[in-house]
């Protein structure tokens, strides 16, 4: 995700001087493409994010287009006031980007796990919040979050990951969800890269019979609305699944519909379950020891149809 | 109250006062910081009393901003980064014809675009909102390097407080301004030596204040913040530091509630409102001052 950012990035530049990108000090291999054809385009702005924070707000009110890296918690959870204050209330054009969201950086440590960012970014107004799930859709969202003025959040995943559409889907637009697999016992709705561990479990339940459909919802906030009300009406059983807490994120912006909808579908929310990590891994082996690998998602989405009594046949 | 704008100007005797004389504006940014204080029951006045000479140099002899064009493309951009201190920001707006003075006295209401700390939705002439401290260096310094590279005439200015200095951010702003050496960026702080509960120096010492601007590769003068003409000139010398590749910094050495006798240098009066005696005794004094 981290290159098809970076792909994005420099095809946007190329036809726009007033983009410019801050990286807090990070991005050493990724971002040299960026140093070397676009050097007045970009900047270190050292290991101070709320300096830097406050600096794109104020660069991006002589109208540019101002993008802040940095990696896990480093340029939202460390600046959030300045992302707040200086940035949405202003509506400034600032668009915050994360890479490693989720478990990516899972040996670092607690301080390098982002799991909390899609929550707390989220309930700012103002903030659009973006979390693809593979390279495809980074290229998505990225060109969108460029193209479109206003405060944004990024959560990207890694570099290298699968992608897991056949090719960039056309002809989309946020806050559009994308449909990878049709289905009609159970709804795998997921949001960013763990997107990898959605269509694993959609696969493992058609092993046993249980017919998935999978989702991916690249724009968490503003959220496809529309998509979820189709989904609780036509389904009796939905899954959320996000590498982030279940607390206030996606799956509570599905859950947020589904109680106002009363629709009588159940939704299961799958994520880390309110607590830190207190193990490192790989992202892989954390994400099985937290339940939400794809094995795990495919077990509790068959719990969930069997509590619910549906035909899973 | 039906007429504001007479009761603050009663003393020029029917006359407009002439706001074009840094005096006269930092006595009338003391007045309606009176007033507007003494109508909401709201705070920092003692605040606003220390950095008015600051404000009203700044806007008479300084900022290059245009009232009946306040979002020129060429205007200098001033930052409040003592955001509490927003009424003198907001006196110095509407006396100087951003906006009628008589808006001030909404100040603090219900449904009011005046907000204690300074706004700038709806309020011609704020370029930003602030009042979590230590926001506003950085945000100057963004809008420094902005101007910069596009060759821009303009300039910017930030407004800061003693105790906002014990905010990390202020120091990473401080490094990054000195990195990118925008030596058309200016910042003032307000050196009342007061901050929320005691004094400066019994919180966090920012001394040697100086020597910490200077190493962190800023060029550094001290002033009496009270002093108009010292302020003017330690303003026009840091616009001659163009090209030198540092960012400039102004000390100016204020007392808190300066102008009224028994607010000055007196914690009290971060938060205390004039109401009562108090109220009489402050109109007494800032009266008889009248420039």
């Keep these: 995700m981290r290159d098809a950012f970076v792909k994005i990035l420099l095809e946007e530049m190329a036809g726009n001087d007033r983009i410019v990108l801050i990286t807090g000090d990070l991005g050493f291999g990724v971002l040299r493409p960026v140093w070397e054809r676009f050097p007045k385009q970009i900047m270190n702005a050292g290991i101070a994010e709320q300096g830097m924070v406050s600096m794109a707000a104020g660069l991006a009110a002589t109208g540019r287009t101002v993008l802040v890296y940095s990696i896990g918690n480093f340029p939202s959870l460390r600046p959030l006031e300045q992302i707040r204050n200086d940035c949405a209330y202003h509506g400034a054009d600032v668009k915050i980007v994360c890479v490693g969201g989720g478990f990516v950086y899972g040996s670092l440590g607690m301080s390098h796990h982002a799991t909390e960012d899609l929550s707390i970014l989220r309930a700012l107004p103002g903030v659009r919040c973006f979390a693809p799930g593979d390279p495809a859709e980074a290229e998505l969202v990225t060109r969108e979050a460029i193209r479109t003025r206003g405060t944004c959040y990024l959560r990207l995943g890694r570099g290298n990951e699968p992608q897991v559409h056949e090719s960039v889907p056309a002809g989309w637009k946020a806050p559009d969800s994308l449909t990878l697999r049709q289905g009609k016992d159970v709804a795998l709705l997921s949001t960013g890269g763990i997107l990898t561990q959605t269509t694993d479990a959609a696969r493992r339940l058609a092993e046993k019979g249980i017919s998935a459909e999978v989702v991916s919802f690249p724009c968490l906030k503003p959220l496809d609305e529309k998509k979820v009300r189709e989904l609780l009406n036509r389904f009796r059983c939905i899954v959320t699944v996000e590498e982030n807490t279940i607390v206030g994120g996606f799956g509570s912006a599905v859950c947020e519909i589904a109680a106002e909808t009363g629709s009588g579908c159940r939704v299961k929310r799958i994520g880390l379950q309110d607590t830190y990590s207190t193990v490192v891994g790989s992202q892989q082996y954390l994400r099985e020891i937290y339940g939400m690998d794809g094995a795990a998602v495919a077990e509790k989405a068959e719990g969930l149809i069997h509590e619910q009594g549906t035909d899973a046949g | ?291």
């Design chain 2, 1 to 291: 109250m039906d007429n504001y704008e007479a009761l603050v100007h009663r003393v020029f005797g029917g006359k407009q006062p002439d706001v074009k004389d840094p005096r006269v504006l930092a006595w009338l940014i003391r007045r309606n910081g009176l007033e507007m204080s003494h109508l909401s029951r709201g705070s920092h006045i003692g605040s606003v009393f220390s950095v008015a000479e600051i404000i009203a140099v700044l806007y008479t002899r300084i900022l290059r901003v245009d009232p009946k064009n306040p979002a020129w493309p060429d205007r200098d951009r001033l930052i409040l980064s003592k955001g509490h201190a927003g009424s003198a920001v907001y006196a110095a707006l509407a006396e100087t014809g951003f906006f009628p003075v008589e808006q001030l006295k909404t100040h603090y209401a219900n449904g009011s675009i005046l907000s204690g700390h300074v706004s700038h939705k709806g309020v011609p002439g704020v370029e930003v909102s602030t009042g979590s401290l230590g926001h506003g260096l950085g945000i100057g310094a963004g809008m420094a390097l902005g101007a910069r590279m596009d060759g821009a005439p303009w300039r910017t200015y930030v407004v800061m407080g003693d105790g906002e200095c014990d905010e990390g951010s202020v120091w990473e702003s401080a490094l990054q301004a000195a990195q990118y050496g925008l030596d058309r960026l200016t910042a003032i702080v307000d050196y009342n030596h007061m901050q929320s509960l005691t004094t400066v120096e019994k919180t966090l010492k920012l001394e040697p204040f100086e020597d910490k601007w200077r190493d962190f590769g800023w060029t550094v003068q001290s002033v009496n913040g009270h002093d108009p003409y010292a302020l003017e000139a330690a303003l026009k010398k840091a616009q001659a530091a163009e090209g030198t590749g540092k960012p400039q910094m102004i000390l100016a050495h204020t007392v808190k509630g300066k102008g009224v006798s028994f607010m000055e240098n007196n914690i009290l009066w971060h938060y205390r409102t004039p109401q009562g005696e108090e109220y009489e005794a402050a109109l007494k004094e800032l009266e008889a001052q009248r420039p």
